[in-house]
């Protein structure tokens, strides 16, 4: 189903001109420089293609050019690229630590080695394009060593050189494309990926009889993967093997379903791809049937909003809830297919952390669930978040690096498909929160509040829904609790202005996991507290709101479970909160 639906979406885009896919034999690649020549093969300049990014670096333009064949092991300099290829393999440059370093003699062997594959390769090439005037000038460049050293003296060689395994190819001066660019070297591509060893079978995505990718290429993009790619689907060992099959006719995929989706995926896991996020350490692509708006806004719901525009996300919510009315999705592109892929690494592998498919309209209906299910009184300046700096509330110094990829991985299935949060994500907040001496965050108390509701709504439990702020006629004990801590905290804080700590330095995790041994205390301290007060007023208020929230409470309890904890930390979320939002007249009143 994975590899079927990225197949679809790289036929949608290869009907797109303007956003076409690569065609069969070709890949995209980053070419820092350029080989000017004119059709005598006669060096005119060095053409640097970078520019600019938005975080002002310095990043290569990206050409279609001819898929290379993997090269790896002891004779990988046999195997160069298509007239276009790093500086060891074009010119014969070994590889330096500076510019200005010495080869060592292995290196310079080495490149000897590479610079006569790549040779090799164009004059291969030029044989069976005899008339192409590109190749020929490539051909008669590589023969000139006098060209090569003119090339050598330019003060962009200098700057190819500071790059590791610089990647170079040829263009002419007459022409707008790349040499590697032309119908004849296309016509080669074609020939040559053409081979006689393939093994004919039913290709599982296509259902049709076709040539068996005995190796797929290799997904590039996922973080902490292989930088040179790893594979979402191999048979590198006998213990995968069945019935004597080896590698890729274990799960037959034509060469052409292979190119198509690994494509696809490739171009979906760009880093300037407006369908792609990363949660931890999950790298996470979204696409849909058709072109949809929802493609390149479903990544708001997950991840910060840039710093330029700090309401993106929000603007993209209100989008898809101004389009819901009476909880369904009105719009005709409702019923689309939509799919969203998670990815991790695993060795030489891909993992599937997680693959959700659903309909514009589900997904959208669940996005609009999962933002009214983290709804909850907030500072007015705070926005509606997304759910990375939810989640990074749950690591350590609520970093991403921290976060524990299952997590991640349960928590966004959950919200995709609509079902109760995983139980982990409740002992992670909880856990946080403890570690922080009670810091009941904005977003902790929210994932807090979603993560009840949900399970309350889906086991059809006889417990009413946390709401959104501070309510009064709750009366399960865990909410009464922490609203009592918050009280006191605040009697405290009003008894002894500008104190260093609280109670909750102290005593918020015992308050919060075994009450009965520690509000005996403070009762008793809060007596003490309504006496430093100065005026009566402030007391008789303390006093007030102290009394309503014991009417509830018939005795403290000995323990409270995980849900109870969950429930303190939302009562004493809501009674501070409370205090904020409420146009207090007095001190003491809370």
Partial sequence: MILQALCDYYQRKSNDPQEALAPFGFEEKEIPFLIVLDDHGKFIQLLDTRDKDVSGKLRPRSFLVPKGKGRSGSKSYEVAYPLWDHYGYVLGQPKLDKPDAEPTDKDAEMAINQHEAFSKLVNAIGEFVADDIGVKSVRAFLKDNDEKNKLKATPEWIECLKIKGCNLSFKLISSEYLVCQSSGVKRWVAVSSESDEVEEGICLVSGEQASIARLHPGIKGVWGAQVGGAAIASFNKDSFASWKKEQGAN??????????????????????????????????????????????????????????????????????????????????????????????????????????????????????????????????????????????????????????????????????????????????????????????????????????????????????????????????VGYRLGRLFAVLEKLQEDANPGINSTIRDRYYSSASCTPKSVFGTLMRLHTHHLKKLSNPAWQGAAEKNIGEIMDGIVEFPAHLNLEEQGLFAVGYYHQRQYRFTKNESTEGEI
């Fill in 251 to 476: 799960s037959p995929v034509s060469e052409k379903a292979a190119f198509e989706y690994t494509t696809a995926l490739n171009s979906l896991l760009r880093t300037e791809c407006p369908n792609r996020f990363q949660m931890g350490e999950i790298s996470v692509v979204c696409w849909a049937e058709k072109e949809n708006p929802l493609e390149k806004k479903f990544p708001n719901f997950f991840i910060d909003a840039p710093i330029d525009n700090p309401d993106a996300g929000v603007d993209a919510l209100k989008h898809i809830i101004n389009s819901l009315h009476n909880g369904a999705y009105q719009k005709p592109d409702g019923k689309d297919r939509f799919y969203v892929l998670g990815l991790s690494p695993n060795a030489a592998r891909i993992a599937v952390r997680f693959w959700q498919v659903g309909t514009v309209a589900e997904f959208s209906e669940r996005i609009g669930q999962w933002f009214s299910d983290i709804d909850i009184v907030k500072w007015e300046k705070l926005s509606v978040p997304a759910l990375k700096p939810l989640l990074c509330s749950t690591a350590l110094l609520g970093k991403d690096e921290n976060m524990s990829p299952h997590l991640v991985g349960e928590t966004v299935r959950s919200v995709l498909t609509g079902f109760p949060l995983p139980e982990n994500l409740l002992q992670s907040v909880i856990k946080r929160i403890k570690a922080e001496q009670g810091n009941v965050s904005f977003y902790r108390a929210a994932l807090i509040k979603a993560f009840l509701n949900r399970k309350f709504q889906f086991y059809c439990q006889v417990e009413r829904d946390i709401t959104v702020g501070l309510n009064k006629d709750e009366q399960r």
